[in-house]
């Protein structure tokens, strides 16, 4: 039933033609993983490899977030939702080489797909991933600085904000990957799963 309210939805959003967006994308990528997933992440927008691929988190920033996901909590993720505020790939004066956060009219136009998603899937934690989806979810203008590790809700579903695993790559400091790993122990935590392991970093902070 999820699946297939998911797949109808991911039909209509692969032919979107709401933002500017959509002219430069080479693939829309709607979201990915388990339609019953009690656990949903929600990124910024797909990059090169999302975009080239329709698949979300994929590239570098995508193997932090596996790895936080397959060794850290010890679950394929293939059993968690992963998803994106933005379903095309946003970036700087749409020339598709750099990348930049969504800006207000593209979150406008393409929030109301993971509005849905959220609807349909139900989570029971999610977990927003840097800036862009924590003030869209949570309303708020405050930095993800400020506000990660703490529980929020959206819609009466529990929300942590943490950092963006593109962050995490570009700072790699012990200090944000200790943040980052309370944060997702916290998130084990609540959804009542068992916190087996220690979180094993390679050098260049995947
Ligand atoms: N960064 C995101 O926010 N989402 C992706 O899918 C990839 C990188």
């Known amino acids: 039933m999820k699946s297939k309210k998911l ?25 990915e993983g388990n339609p019953e997933a009690e656990l949903m992440f929600i990124g910024e927008g797909p990059g090169k490899q999302e975009d080239l691929t329709g698949r979300p988190f994929i590239g570098k920033a995508g193997d932090v977030l596996t790895r936080l996901i397959e060794v850290g909590m010890q679950v394929p ?3 968690v939702y992963i998803a994106n505020i933005t379903k095309c790939r946003p970036t700087i004066n749409l020339q598709m080489v ?82 980052v790993w309370e944060d997702f122990q916290k998130v084990m935590e609540k959804l009542n799963w068992p916190i087996k392991t220690k979180i094993k970093w390679k050098e260049n902070g995947e």
């Open 7 to 31: 797949e109808e939805l991911s039909k209509i959003a692969s032919t979107c033609t709401k933002c500017k967006l959509s002219t430069t994308r080479t693939n829309v990528v709607f979201g």
């Open 77 to 79: 993720r293939s059993k």
């Open 98 to 179: 750099k990348d930049r956060p969504p800006d207000t009219e593209e979150t406008k136009a393409c929030s109301p797909y993971l509005v849905q998603q959220i609807e349909i899937i139900q989570p029971k934690v999610i977990v927003t991933l840097g800036n862009p989806s924590t003030k869209f979810l949570l309303n708020t203008a405050d930095g993800i600085t400020k506000i990660r590790g703490q529980w929020f809700e959206y819609n009466s579903i529990p929300v942590l904000p943490t950092y963006h695993p593109s962050y995490i790559l570009r700072n790699n400091t012990e200090a944000i990957k200790k943040d």
